[in-house]
């Protein structure tokens, strides 16, 4: 069926992990009779939670689409992961939402994860509703963890849908702008009067509301002052516009297992909630200029898409429509990449089904098979429209591994997966590190890098191991010295034979190796100068303590001999190693390692554990300063080998609360200690590799 734009409702699940969003999603689908059986996320048997290591897992791992629909509306509902490893899922529903709901459970307090949702949603100024989940659990408490919503989030946070407890146990709900109750028994719903103990409580909060209601609407304004009652339109119109400007918050809730509230909240989004006609848009590029994109039915076809899903076969492009219809059959041009591209088939999609469509009419989401180059965060245009739509941005990685393979050979497959990988998550990362020779991923926690790599053997057929990944020291020298390399050797006709005086120095002004001469009477004639300087470059690739290259060194060439017939310049060049060998062990050498310019953004209340913990990681605090929503930054300078497993564990410290940044800044001196085990590790590593 299609839907016009006013019918539509483009909602994402938000919140912490396990709270209940896919089972909500489920609730929803099975109330409005989309699907004929409740399915369970632990079970893996859920519409959203479809894909392999959703199920392997039982948590969401990407963000799924369930549309419900009721009464001629659609609910487009976008189902986010809450782990945060996934926060790119989180980002592409964010953007196509027109109003998110925030799911935090009836127990255990407002989550961060639920908080964290809120600001992210308050920077994007997108209309916020709270959902109340899991009021069948034990000790659930609807009224406490909404005022706690209330004193966290301000008092824009008005209870919409409150619930009727028959005992402790939750058999329906009231909705407090209506004055309409009802009860479910799973997918059996019916309409019943207000409870009398619920009337006093419908009352207060409806009071709530209309106080929001009129700071939102001068007219209503006056008429509240007025002591005045609104009518029911004046109410609903007064809800749906203090919505979409943020001064109310609706709160509803229910219970995803017994189906209470689930209609009624069905009912409320459609009611209260912004459909894409109302929400001033996304911003773009349009011909060159910014501008604010608003939704137009009646405009040349613009879309934009804003997830991929990729496997062996091709891509799937998920793309929401912000002006005309996409419609099969036609072609669109990416006005990214600048190419054409035929669009065939088109689907709606319902978790993992998709049904296909003749069209797909503004303000609605659709999905469509392999486009030739059009890839998450392009636009598509009819020919002659020439709009970039702003692209959704992801956030840095902060937790790298190395990736191994697990066989020989397997090097092409890995690149291959990995590139279609990229395809669907734009926020990971893989390189190969020229100095360690590694190749790298990273991404935004461990669990994401399992998922994967489980990907990679699941959908590409290739095994990976992620290990720690291999510092990149450094070694120089702090003493200067001087040094003797003579090459010779005598067989058969022509022997070989070089000679060199060196003068090993340190140089700080300069990385790199600086080669100087300062040779007389032509002890070592000119034309092998070059020949020495390869040998040292060649030699600075493995410093003389645990093989890493040497920086911050002054060579000079200062004597040596030669022999008319013998000298070459390979024996030159043997000559210069042999004086690197020699001379360096003597110059005092030492272990530099990569030294990095941190950023931790943290609230107040974890300032004392984190500062012990970067001391603990040899770290030195710089300074701390008070940042966006009511954060702190800290600034320190740590070495990077104690950072590995950083976003990790600023995760557990903070329960989820830190992040960060890290650049590098530049090498300094491992103390003795540390300088130590590199070293014994170092030596480790060689004999493992010469036994291989
Ligand atoms: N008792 C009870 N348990 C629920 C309810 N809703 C969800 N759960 C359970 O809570 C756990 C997490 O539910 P999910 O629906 O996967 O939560 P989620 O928010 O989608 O989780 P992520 O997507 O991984 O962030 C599962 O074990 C559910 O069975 C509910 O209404 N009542
Ligand atoms: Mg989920």
Redesign the pocket.
């Known amino acids: 069926m299609a839907y016009t734009i006013d019918k539509i409702r483009n909602v994402c ?1 938000l ?13 929803l689908l099975y109330v409005t009779k989309a699907i004929d059986r409740l399915g ?3 079970d893996g048997t ?1 519409v ?2 479809y894909d392999a290591e959703e199920v392997k897992r ?4 990407q963000t799924a689409l369930a549309p419900v629909e009721f009464g001629g509306n659609k609910i487009n509902l976008l ?5 945060f490893d996934f926060i790119g899922e989180v980002l592409e529903a964010e953007r196509v939402c027109e109003s998110a709901m925030i ?1 935090t ?1 009836a127990k255990g307090g407002v989550s961060v ?1 639920a908080q964290k949702a809120w600001i992210r949603m308050k920077t994007a100024g997108k209309p916020t509703a709270l959902y109340i ?5 034990e000790h659930a408490d609807f009224y406490s963890t909404y005022e706690q919503a209330r004193e966290i989030f301000g008092v824009s946070v008005c209870p919409v849908l409150i619930p009727i407890l028959d005992g402790v146990k939750p058999v329906g709900v009231v909705n407090v702008v209506s004055k309409k109750a009802w009860k479910a028994d799973g997918a059996k719903v019916t309409e019943c009067p207000v409870p009398a103990n619920l009337e006093d409580k419908v009352e207060e909060y409806r009071a709530l509301l209309s106080e929001n209601i009129a700071e939102s609407d001068e007219e209503l304004m006056e008429k509240f002052f007025g002591g005045e009652e609104f009518t029911d339109e004046e109410f609903l119109n007064g809800m749906r516009k203090a919505v979409i400007t943020r001064s109310i918050c609706p709160v509803f809730c ?5 189906g209470a509230g689930s209609e009624a909240l069905v009912r409320a989004i459609i009611d209260y909630m912004p459909s894409p006609a109302d929400m001033p848009t996304d911003k773009a590029v349009e011909d060159g200029k910014d501008v604010d994109l608003t939704v137009d039915p009646s405009a040349p076809t613009c879309a934009f898409v804003f997830k991929t899903v990729a496997d062996q076969y091709g891509r799937f492009s998920f793309f929401k429509v912000l002006g005309g219809k996409v419609t099969q059959d036609s072609s669109l041009v990416n006005t990214v990449s600048g190419t054409t591209e035929k669009i065939g088939r088109i689907y709606f999609v319902r978790g993992k089904k998709n049904t296909e469509v003749p069209e797909v009419c503004t303000g609605d989401i659709g999905a469509v098979a392999k486009l030739a180059d059009t890839r998450t965060n392009d636009t598509l245009c009819a020919a002659g429209r020439n709009t970039v739509v702003k692209p959704i941005s992801f956030p840095r990685t902060c937790y790298t591994q190395a990736l191994l393979p697990k066989s020989k050979g397997a090097e092409d497959k890995i690149a291959t997966g990995l590139a279609r990988l990229h395809d669907e998550d734009p926020v990971f990362q893989n390189a190969l590190n020229a100095e360690t020779h590694q190749q790298t991923i990273s991404g935004m926690g461990d669990i994401h890098l399992d998922v994967l790599s489980s990907k990679l053997k699941t959908k590409f057929g290739v095994e990976v191991e992620l290990v720690a990944p291999r510092v990149a020291y450094r070694e120089k020298i702090r003493k200067k010295v001087q040094a003797e390399g003579r090459h010779k050797k005598q067989s058969g006709g022509h022997g070989q034979y070089g000679h060199v005086k060196m003068e090993f120095e340190p140089n700080e002004e300069e990385l790199d190796l600086v080669f100087e001469e300062r040779v007389f009477g032509g002890s070592v004639p000119k034309n092998f100068f070059p020949a020495v300087e390869k040998g040292l470059r060649e030699s600075i690739q493995r410093g003389v303590l645990a093989g890493y290259p040497v920086v911050n060194l002054k060579a000079t060439l200062y004597d040596g001999s030669y022999h008319d017939v013998d000298s070459n310049e390979l024996s030159f060049k043997m000559a210069a190693r042999l004086a690197y060998k020699a001379g360096l062990p003597t110059a005092n050498p030492v272990i530099l390692e990569p030294y990095g310019n941190l950023k931790v953004y943290i609230p107040d209340e974890f300032m004392g554990d984190i500062i012990g913990d970067l001391n603990k990681r040899r770290g030195r605090v710089m300074g701390m300063s008070p940042a966006e929503n009511n954060m702190q930054v800290v600034e320190a300078e740590v070495p990077m080998s104690e950072m590995h497993s950083y976003a990790i564990d600023l995760r557990s410290m903070t329960r989820g609360w830190g992040s960060f940044d890290i650049d590098f800044a530049r090498y300094e001196e491992t103390p003795p200690v540390v300088q130590a085990a590199i070293i014994e590790e170092a030596k480790a590593l060689m004999e493992e590799e010469e036994d291989e």
């Open positions: 699940l919140g912490h992990g396990g709270e209940g969003k896919t089972s909500l999603a489920e609730s369970k996320v632990a859920t959203s939670d039982s948590i969401s791992i189902d986010a992961p809450g782990f799911v459970s994860g989940s899991k009021l069948d659990e229910g219970s995803a297992f017994t």
